[in-house]
C-alpha cells in the first residue's frame, strides 16, 4: 500500500500562547489568557480544566502549575494544535525554544552573546560572536524530543538549527582571527569553512546522534542562511554532511527566502539529504510561477523528496485552500512525480497569531486534499 | 591628497530603541514615546561621529526600515512588497513594488532625514539609494524597462538633490551595492552612465559620492570611474586591495575598509598600508575612509568600536609617516 499523496508536515515554530508565556514566568493568568486556554482546549483538546493543578493556574493562582509544567502543557498543546490541524509529521512548536538560533548556541562553549540586531522593520535577534574553540555542553533537544515522542499521535519530526546557519549568524572572531594579513575574501571563506565544521562535527552531530539514540527517525536541519553567500552553497553542503554522515534517520534540509536558483549544483552536494523543505509561497503570484524554481531539480537529475511550501508565513491573508491544491498542482507538474511532495508552510508560523496560524495550516490540508482528489480521479 | 572619514550607512539601533521600536508593535508603547527614543539615540549616533572627528555626520538613518522605504511610502505608483533578502547578509528589506512609472513628490526625501536639530544640513552626509540598485531591486510593475527606470530614478533624484541643496545640504551618497554585486553592461551600464549625469550637477558644487559594497569592485571600476561623480567607495572586505586601480585625476576614493559582518575590528596599521599602496600607485585627489557596508548589521557596541578605527588609521597616515 502506498502513502497518500501530499502528506502534510510542520515546518518550524508557533507562537506561543499568552497563557504559556505568563505561566512561565509565574504570572497569574488574566481574562484574555484564561479565554484563550479554554477556546483553544475546546477545539485541540490538550489537557483536563477539571484536573486540580489546572483549575488552580486556570483561577489565577500564581505557581498553581510551575513554570516546567507550563512548559509542558504548552508543548502538548503545539503537538494537539498540529495533530488536529490534519499533519501527518508534527512536533511541539519548539514550545521550549527561545528561538532558532540563540538555544543551541547557549549549549556550547566558545561563543559570547553581544545585542541585537535588526532582522528587518523591528525585528530583531541576539548575535553571538564566536571567541574560542567550540564544545558541546551536552547533546540538546533531547529531552523535548523525548516529551514529543511520549505524547505524539503522529510522526515526531524534529528541528534542528544546521551547522551553517549557527555559523553565518554569528559574528566569527575565532576562526577568522586566526588568519594573517588582511581580512579580505580569501580568509574570510577559508575561516568560514572551519568554523562550520567545527560546529558541524563538534556540536551538531553529537546532538543528532543523541536524539537518534532516543528514536528520533525524521530530522529537519534548518539551514535559512543558506542561501545568504551563494558562494558557499557548497559549504553549507559540508557542514550537512560533517553533521550527519553515517547516521540512520531522515533528513531534510529547510531552507527559505533565499535565491534558490544560486544554490545549484553545489547545494546537491549534500548526499545525506532526502528532502529539500523550501519557501514557495512568499513570491508566489497568480501565475505560480513562484513554484517555476523546481525545474533546476529536473535540470540536475535530482529526485529527492521536496517539502512544498504552500502559504505565506509574513502575511495574515489566509490562502484558500483552492490557491494551495493549484500550488501542489503546479509543483506536481513541475517535478513530474507527485509522489515527491510533502506540503507545509514556508517557514514557522511564529510571527501570526495562532488563529491565523490555524488556518494556514487547515488551508495546507485542505489544500493537499482537494489537489490529491484531483491526482486520484485522473489516475 | 585629503582624508575624510565618514559613516557610509546606517548605524544599529540601541538596545533601548530595539526594546521600544518591540514595545510599538506589541501595543506597550506609545509612538510618542518610541519617537522621542529615536530623537536620543539620533543625538548619541551623531554625538558619536563628532567625538570621532568624522568629517560629516549621519545621525546613524535609524529611523529608516530600509534603504527605499521612504520612497515606497511616499512616492506614488508605489507598495510596499514581500520580505526579500538584503544581500548577503541575515537582514532583509520589503522589495517596493512599483505599479506604475515613478513619480517624485517634493518634500517626502527630505522629511525622512535625521533632524535638521541633530544633523545640520551643512555637515551631513546625506544617503541615498543609488538609481541602479533602486530600479534593480525592486519588483518592476510598470511597464517600464530597467533602463528606462534607471534613467529615470537619476532624473527624480537628482531634483531631490537639488530641494536638499537648497536646504543647505552638501554631501550626498548614493547607495549602489548592486552596482558590484550585478554589474550592469550595455545599455543597463549606459543608462546607469545616464543617471549619475543628471546626479552630479544637480550637486551644484557639493560632493557625490557612490559607494559600493557586498561585491567585488575589482572588475566593475572602468564603469565606476565614467560616473559623474566626486567619489567612488568601495568595499574592501570583497575586493583585493591590490585590485584597485586609482580614480582618474580630480577624483577621489572611498575605502570601505571597516567589514560589518564580522565584531573583529579592523587593524589601523593595516587600513594605513593599503591606503599608502594606493598612493603610490596614482594620488587620489580625496581618499574616504568608512564602514564597507552598514554598520547596523552589528550590535551598538561593536560598531562604534569599529568606527574609532577610522580616525586612528586618518592619524596613522596624517603622521610623519603619512601621506598626506
Avoid at chain 1, 519557501?279 to 523546481?294: I, P, Q, S
Avoid at chain 1, 523528496?305 to 508565513?313: A, C, I, K, S
Avoid at chain 2, 539620533?42 to 534603504?67: H, I, M, P
Avoid at chain 2, 579592523?266 to 594605513?272: H, K
Wanted: aromatic letters at 8%; charged letters at 25%.
Amino acid at each position: 500500500m502506498t502513502s497518500p499523496l501530499f502528506p502534510a508536515q510542520e515546518i518550524g515554530s508557533l507562537a506561543k500562547p499568552r497563557w504559556q508565556l505568563l505561566g512561565q514566568r509565574g504570572e497569574p493568568l488574566d481574562a484574555a489568557a484564561v479565554q484563550e486556554f479554554r477556546s483553544w482546549n475546546d477545539r485541540v483538546k490538550f489537557a483536563d480544566p477539571a484536573s486540580p493543578e489546572l483549575r488552580g493556574f486556570l483561577e489565577g493562582r500564581p505557581r498553581a502549575l510551575e513554570p516546567s509544567a507550563v512548559r509542558d502543557l504548552g508543548a502538548l498543546f503545539a503537538l494537539r494544535y498540529m495533530e488536529a490541524a490534519g499533519l501527518a509529521r508534527v512536533y511541539d512548536g519548539e514550545a521550549r525554544r527561545i528561538e532558532m538560533y540563540e538555544y543551541p548556541v547557549r549549549q556550547m562553549h566558545g561563543f559570547q552573546f553581544l545585542g541585537h540586531v535588526r532582522s528587518f522593520d523591528n525585528k530583531y535577534y541576539r548575535k553571538a560572536a564566536n571567541t574560542g574553540e567550540i564544545r558541546l555542553d551536552r547533546p540538546y533537544h533531547v529531552d523535548e524530543f523525548d516529551f514529543v515522542r511520549e505524547h505524539a499521535a503522529g510522526i515526531p519530526k524534529l528541528p534542528v538549527t544546521g551547522p551553517y546557519t549557527l555559523a553565518d549568524w554569528s559574528y566569527n572572531e575565532y576562526y577568522l582571527g586566526r588568519e594573517t594579513g588582511w581580512k579580505g575574501r580569501a580568509a574570510r571563506r577559508h575561516a568560514q569553512r572551519e568554523f562550520v565544521v567545527e560546529i558541524a562535527k563538534r556540536a551538531i552531530r553529537p546532538t543528532l546522534a543523541a536524539l537518534i539514540d532516543h528514536g528520533c527517525r525524521v530530522i529537519q536541519i534548518d539551514e535559512p542562511a543558506a542561501g545568504t553567500h551563494p558562494d558557499e552553497a557548497d559549504i553549507v553542503a559540508e557542514g550537512f554532511n560533517a553533521a550527519t554522515e553515517g547516521l540512520d534517520a531522515t533528513f531534510s534540509m529547510h531552507i527559505c527566502f533565499s535565491d534558490y536558483r544560486s544554490l545549484f549544483p553545489a547545494l546537491l552536494e549534500a548526499k545525506n539529504c532526502q528532502q529539500w523543505a523550501w519557501e514557495f509561497a512568499n513570491r508566489d503570484t497568480e501565475d505560480r510561477d513562484g513554484y517555476e524554481v523546481l525545474r533546476m531539480f529536473q535540470e540536475y537529475g535530482d529526485t529527492r523528496e521536496v517539502g512544498l511550501g504552500v502559504v505565506d508565513v509574513h502575511r495574515n491573508e489566509v490562502e484558500s485552500a483552492e490557491k494551495v491544491a493549484d500550488r501542489i498542482r503546479r509543483a506536481a507538474k513541475i517535478l513530474g512525480d507527485p509522489a515527491r511532495i510533502w506540503v507545509n508552510p514556508d517557514c514557522g508560523l511564529r510571527t501570526r497569531s495562532l488563529d491565523v496560524a490555524w488556518q494556514k495550516l487547515r488551508a495546507v490540508v485542505e489544500g493537499a486534499r482537494i489537489a490529491r482528489a484531483d491526482f486520484e480521479r485522473a489516475g | 591628497m585629503e582624508i575624510r572619514t565618514v559613516l557610509t550607512g546606517p548605524f544599529p539601533r540601541s538596545e533601548p530603541l530595539v526594546a521600544a521600536t518591540r514595545d510599538l508593535d506589541r501595543g506597550r508603547a506609545t509612538a510618542e514615546a518610541v519617537e522621542a527614543r529615536f530623537a536620543e539615540d539620533e543625538r548619541s549616533v551623531v554625538a558619536l561621529e563628532s567625538r570621532l572627528g568624522l568629517d560629516a555626520v549621519t545621525g546613524g538613518y535609524l529611523r529608516w526600515a530600509d534603504l527605499f522605504r521612504p520612497f515606497a511610502e511616499g512616492w506614488p505608483g508605489f507598495t510596499v512588497g514581500p520580505v526579500t533578502r538584503w544581500f548577503q547578509t541575515n537582514t532583509f528589506f520589503r522589495q517596493p513594488i512599483l505599479h506604475a512609472p515613478p513619480e517624485r513628490i517634493a518634500g517626502v526625501v527630505r522629511s525622512a532625514l535625521p533632524s535638521t536639530a541633530a544633523v545640520p544640513p551643512e555637515r551631513a552626509n546625506v544617503i541615498l539609494p543609488g538609481p541602479f540598485t533602486f530600479a534593480g531591486l525592486l519588483d518592476n510593475r510598470s511597464g517600464e524597462t530597467r533602463e528606462a527606470l534607471t534613467h529615470r530614478f537619476g532624473r527624480l533624484l537628482a531634483e531631490d538633490v537639488r530641494e536638499l541643496r537648497a536646504a543647505g545640504y552638501q554631501r550626498f551618497q548614493f547607495q549602489e551595492p548592486l552596482l558590484v554585486v550585478d554589474p550592469p553592461t550595455g545599455p543597463l551600464a549606459e543608462a546607469t552612465v545616464a543617471a549619475y549625469q543628471s546626479l552630479g550637477p544637480a550637486a551644484d558644487g557639493g560632493t557625490t559620492i557612490v559607494w559600493t559594497y557586498f561585491g567585488d569592485a575589482g572588475p566593475v571600476q572602468p564603469l565606476l570611474h565614467r560616473l559623474a561623480v566626486d567619489v567612488v567607495g568601495i568595499d574592501l572586505a570583497e575586493t583585493e586591495p591590490e585590485a584597485i586601480v586609482p580614480p582618474p585625476e580630480r577624483r577621489g576614493i572611498g575605502l570601505g575598509c571597516l567589514d560589518p559582518r564580522t565584531t573583529l575590528a579592523e587593524d589601523a596599521g593595516e587600513v594605513a598600508r593599503i591606503a599608502k599602496s594606493l598612493r603610490k600607485r596614482g594620488n587620489p585627489k580625496e581618499l574616504w575612509l568608512g564602514p564597507g557596508g552598514p554598520l547596523d548589521l552589528l550590535p551598538t557596541d561593536a560598531a562604534a568600536r569599529k568606527l574609532h578605527v577610522l580616525p586612528a588609521a586618518k592619524q596613522i597616515l596624517l603622521g610623519p609617516e603619512g601621506v598626506s
